[in-house]
């Protein structure tokens, strides 16, 4: 690329005495000729990775866009636009941020503070405030546990544990323990070596998170890291599965990393093995599949993923955020698996939420790497700080001692008897929900062969939209709404699916009736009314938080 070679400097020094004004032409003509040859590597990489089809429809959608906020400019358009982001917002905040509760408010700070009797009648009303009852089984993963008896036992470790904080090991040293313990746990649930001491370079790593966002987002740094440190790369790029988690994006935004999304097999919904290959180029620090993933529930093959990753000496991560302690149990409970943990050879870091299969009160994930040699590259270190050497493992500095000891006791009450039958349970729940939707509903197909705990599914292909035996998807979804279910609407294309939990278990009869009637219901309907589910997974979350800000 732009070598000191290139012609154009070579006959120039030849030619001519190395004057000032020469040098600079040459050098001006070099920095074009670089620039040039650089633009058109990274477009031959992109148009590789995505082909032509797929790079022509971004090209015009970005376009779209930017004529969408052109004309937004016009004062006109702009009123129009607002007009209706407005009302969408009112109607939003209706429903997630309603101003009539009768609960109490406490905008600014009280001028002098509550009792600790109003304190806790305080709590009391909002902990009551009308909602989704999931305790009753029919919102779509959220609660995972959900029995009484795990309540007593994170709020046993949350009042031992309650002013703990594992920025300060040396304070808290049954924290600290609690702490490597359960990323132990998890290292040898997933097969990895153990280091056999803290000098053992051998053996897998990792570290406990926030959550799995966390977890995705310290993976994605450590193998950015490593790239810069060990093999000189400044533009990394990162190659996933469509159904990758968002976490994924994020992550490559926060990190400045490139990210090729590869579609997945429209029947096995696994990500095209082929077209992740084609996609790898020099720059390419990282491959990712799902075990399973969030949308459809597929594990991709990870075994073809990590021959491609020791072909080509990447990284490989596995999202086993969502399949946490399910997925390693499925052998075990008898269901049928595939390889997805440290046995693979190419697999070099995964991620597993302890707050979700794992049991364990929110707030708790773990990232693990096959060697520290990886996992040291997602430390931060600064020497210089005023404050003194200052060192931390992951983002946050504080955390909470409280939610490791809570973690802790939710693995060591579980224990593996403990898993093994929670597996059987749900994973038994999420198959006789696919038997059903395939027996009883012609309308509807369930999406790929789920081996874990997601159920999707979708209007029969035949026909969409007003052909003999399809249904418009998001309607069944508010109409399930209606029946109290909390399902979650997907995109691309078009589903929903539910996450079955422990709490699920003993809603599968009512979760297939309810279906029945609201596919029904929807058939009936001439008109479809306009639907309100749109696919907005999180982006409830968002509006909650900003109604105050
Ligand atoms: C839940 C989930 C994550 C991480 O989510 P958090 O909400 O940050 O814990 C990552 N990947 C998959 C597949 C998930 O389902």
């Not at 030619?15 to 650089?38: D, G, P």
């Not at 590789?48 to 930017?66: D, P």
Request: proline share 6%.
């Amino acid at each position: 690329m732009g070598s000191p070679r290139s012609p154009a400097l070579a006959s120039a020094l030849v030619k001519h005495a190395l004057t000032v004004e020469n040098a600079q032409k040459a050098v001006f003509c070099i920095s074009i000729q670089y620039l040039v040859v650089r633009h058109f590597i990274r477009l031959v990489r992109h148009l590789r990775a995505r082909g032509i089809l797929t790079t022509a429809k971004e090209t015009y959608l970005a376009a779209v866009q930017k004529g969408f906020a052109f004309m937004l400019l016009l004062p006109s358009v702009r009123r129009k636009v607002q007009g209706e982001l407005d009302s969408v917002t009112v109607d939003l905040e209706k429903k997630i941020a309603p101003k009539d509760l009768d609960a109490p408010t406490h905008v600014t700070l009280p001028s002098s503070g509550l009792s600790a009797d109003e304190v806790s009648a305080a709590l009391t009303k909002l902990s009551e405030l009308p909602n989704t009852k999931w305790e009753s089984g029919r919102v779509s993963g959220a609660v995972y546990h959900g029995g009484k008896d795990m309540g007593d036992i994170w709020r046993e470790a949350f009042g031992k544990f309650e002013v703990s904080n594992p920025l300060h090991a040396d304070v808290f040293p049954g924290v600290r323990k609690m702490d490597a313990e359960i990323v132990s746990m998890c290292l040898s649930l997933f097969n990895s070596p153990l280091p056999t001491s803290a000098i053992d370079e051998h053996g897998g790593a990792g570290t406990t998170t926030s959550g799995g966002t966390e977890s995705i987002l310290m993976a994605c740094k450590a193998y950015r890291d490593r790239a810069r440190a060990e093999y000189g790369i400044t533009e990394p790029e990162m190659i996933v599965p469509m159904s990758v988690h968002a976490a994924f994006d994020k992550a490559a935004k926060y990190f400045g990393i490139k990210i090729h999304h590869i579609p997945v097999d429209r029947k096995t919904r696994r990500v095209q093995i082929p077209r992740v290959r084609r996609a790898i180029n020099a720059n390419t620090i990282l491959l990712v599949g799902s075990a399973p993933n969030f949308p459809d529930g597929a594990i991709d093959d990870i075994e073809a993923l990590s021959q491609l990753a020791l072909k080509h000496r990447l990284g490989l991560h596995v999202d086993c955020c969502l399949g946490s302690f399910l997925v390693p149990f499925l052998a075990r409970a008898g269901f049928p698996t595939v390889p997805f943990d440290f046995r693979v050879p190419g697999v070099t870091s995964i991620s597993c939420d302890t707050h979700k299969y794992g049991m364990a009160c929110k707030g708790s994930s773990v990232i693990m790497y096959r060697s520290k040699a990886i996992r040291k590259y997602q430390y931060s270190v600064t020497t210089t700080w005023p404050g003194g050497v200052y060192a931390t493992p992951t983002m946050s500095g504080s955390r909470p001692g409280a939610i490791l000891a809570g973690t802790w006791a939710s693995l060591v009450y579980m224990g593996e008897d403990g898993y093994l039958s929670s597996c059987r349970e749900i994973v038994g729940a999420a198959k006789r929900i696919v038997h059903g939707i395939r027996k009883d509903f012609p309308e509807l197909e369930v999406l790929g062969d789920p081996l874990v705990s997601v159920v999707a599914f979708e209007s029969k292909t035949e026909g969409k939209g007003n052909g003999k035996g399809s249904v418009p998807i998001y309607e069944v979804g508010d109409k399930m709404g209606k029946l109290g279910w909390h399902l979650n609407a997907l995109q691309n294309p078009p589903a929903l699916h539910i996450a079955c939990t422990r709490l699920t278990v003993n809603a599968v009869d009512d979760f297939l009736r309810d279906l029945r009637l609201a596919v029904d219901e929807v058939k009936e309907m001439d008109q479809p009314e306009p639907t309100i589910s749109a696919p907005i997974t999180s982006a409830n979350a968002l509006a909650g938080s900003q109604m105050y800000s």
